[in-house]
């Protein structure tokens, strides 16, 4: 790697990064690192305005959350489709010693979890309340902003570490200081959790540096360097590849590990759990694709027994758990598993179909299960109850309530025409060719869906209201606004979805590509000889 002057917070220079990632630096903005330092800066703002002026603080909140939202559009605006490798490339030296740098670049894997967040987070300002301490609430979701986007553009392997911590502080707070009655043993058990993967990470990132060193001649942090150029013997790569699975397995969560998500689903403020559900969630998935099949192909060709048979076990286990349910909350947080099950099974089949999927399916959980929660939280400021015995009837007296409910609800089902269906058709579809039995089991998880989830609308909506619901109010125009901006996103998905798969699919491909190279995988050869990933990039126009 060059060497480079200069500081990382210094905003001036774009450079290209050294490696195979083919990179866009034709832009004079470094649109990348300012994704990251604008909440960040943003959050340190919030801090210092006075508590006597409260509307500056959610409107200074408010500016900086719309403005990273702007970013990200203008970035998925100008991302070039046809390019399979990272773009805006932003490379400066920080520790020379230790070759570590601030290395940012997004791709199409990257791209709309990035976009995503920079959604989210302004509708979560807007649309929820935190009824107490406002400005600290804001000043925790911005600095969780600046993580998980950073998270997300991170290309080298310590800066990654740094955002992948910093988002369990502000998350911490937010649940404990926000949440419902046992939030305390909710956001420890979340910290404790997280915190226990985090160190096999850390381990893991240090000795994958140490030991490219050998072949790269100098110590270094850089990604792509260390995954396009560096070698690893059989027994190193598959303990170094387990030493972020743990990571990763705990953030997605996959089962046996998922136990303190419901919980703190169940407890987190409703602003905590759509942002949980949206964004947070999807760190575990993204990483075992940047820094699972990427850095270790081998080790995760190895390893993809293992982690089909537990995504597998967590779909159907999710399913049921959710299906038993009492608490609304609690129901949706445990479909989660399940869903985030499909994501894994997709990604650890290794086929350009299913992987692509995986990724769209990241985007619609977010979307689809971001907007549940925040309907669950709208019923439960008007019933303070979220015990599903205790509310029926709600359809007859807030229809439209109901309605935008009923669109959500099978969007997660995955109904054809809405979001939801197009990942899992794909991520089904393209498992079937390299994990056949696996892919059987796991798809009656969606029958299971429909069972829990239609279920738990019947007995919520339907019926005669009795007196304690009959009061139920109607949505307003500021809650109706905001659920148009997640309907809006669940129906052109559902309906058109070329735009994402046309960005996504290039750098799967490579990355389908990249794993063949270095490992004695070998994709589902199609009619005409070709590879998923070949034609698939061929019917793209690449």
């Not at 309906?495 to 389908?512: A, G, H, T």
């Amino acid at each position: 790697m060059v060497p480079l002057e200069g500081s990382p917070l210094m905003l001036s220079t774009l450079v290209q990064s050294a490696g195979a990632a083919t990179e866009k630096t034709a832009v004079a903005f470094p649109i990348l690192s300012a994704l990251i330092l604008v909440p960040l800066l943003g959050a340190v703002l919030v801090t210092l305005l006075s508590n006597r002026r409260p509307e500056y603080v959610k409107f200074t909140a408010l500016i900086v959350s719309a403005g990273t939202g702007a970013m990200s559009l203008w970035m998925l605006a100008k991302f070039d489709s046809h390019e399979a490798g990272f773009q805006f490339v932003s490379q400066h030296e920080w520790i020379r010693a230790w070759g570590i740098s601030w290395h940012l670049g997004v791709d199409g894997i990257s791209l709309f979890l990035v976009v995503l967040t920079g959604i989210l987070f302004p509708l979560v300002i807007v649309g929820v309340d935190p009824h107490h301490d406002e400005k600290r609430y804001l000043g925790w979701l911005l600095l969780l902003e600046a993580g998980v986007i950073g998270s997300f553009l991170s290309l080298d392997l310590f800066l990654f570490f740094i955002f992948f911590e910093i988002v369990l502080v502000p998350m911490y707070f937010l649940i404990g200081g926000w949440g419902y009655d046992k939030r305390i043993y909710a956001a420890t058990k979340f910290f404790l959790y997280t915190m226990f993967g985090s160190a096999f990470m850390l381990v893991g990132i240090i000795a994958t540096a140490v030991l490219a060193q050998r072949d790269l001649g100098y110590i270094t942090f850089d990604l792509v360097k260390i995954a396009e150029e560096a070698t690893f013997g059989t027994n190193t790569a598959r303990w170094l590849f387990l030493s972020f699975a743990i990571a990763f397995a705990v953030k997605v969560p996959i089962f046996p590990l998922h136990t303190w998500l419901p919980d703190a689903h169940t407890q987190a403020p409703t602003g905590g759990s759509i942002i949980l559900a949206g964004v947070l969630l999807k760190m575990g998935t993204y990483g075992f694709l940047r820094f699972g099949l990427y850095l270790f192909p081998a080790a995760a060709v190895w390893a993809k027994p293992v982690i089909l048979t537990l995504a597998t076990i967590g779909i159907i286990y999710g399913a049921i758990a959710a299906t038993m349910q009492t608490d609304l909350k609690r129901l949706v947080a445990y479909s989660s598993v399940a869903h985030l099950g499909f994501i894994v099974l997709g990604t650890f089949a290794i086929t350009s179909q299913s992987l692509t999927g995986s990724v769209m399916q990241m985007i619609n959980h977010g979307v689809s299960t971001g907007a549940l929660f925040l309907l669950v939280g709208m019923i439960y400021e008007r019933r303070h109850t979220r015990v599903i015995a205790e509310l029926k009837g709600i359809q007859s007296v807030a229809p439209i309530f109901a309605a935008a409910f009923m669109v959500v609800m099978l969007s997660s089902v995955g109904v054809p025409g809405l979001n939801g269906f197009v990942g899992e058709f794909l991520i089904l579809i393209g498992s079937f060719e390299t994990a056949r039995w696996w892919t059987i089991i796991a798809a009656t998880g969606v029958i299971l869906a429909a069972l829990y989830l239609l279920w738990a609308y019947q007995r919520v909506f339907h019926g005669e209201p009795d007196e304690a619901n009959s009061t139920f109010k109607e949505l307003t125009l500021r809650e109706g606004s905001l659920l148009m901006v997640f309907i809006g996103l669940i129906v052109f998905t559902g309906l058109f979805p070329k735009p994402m798969l046309n960005r996504i699919e290039p750098s799967v491909d490579k990355l389908v590509k990249h794993v063949e190279l270095h490992s004695d995988y070998k994709a589902p050869v199609h009619k005409g000889g070709h590879s998923p990933a070949t034609d698939t990039a061929h019917e793209g126009g690449e």
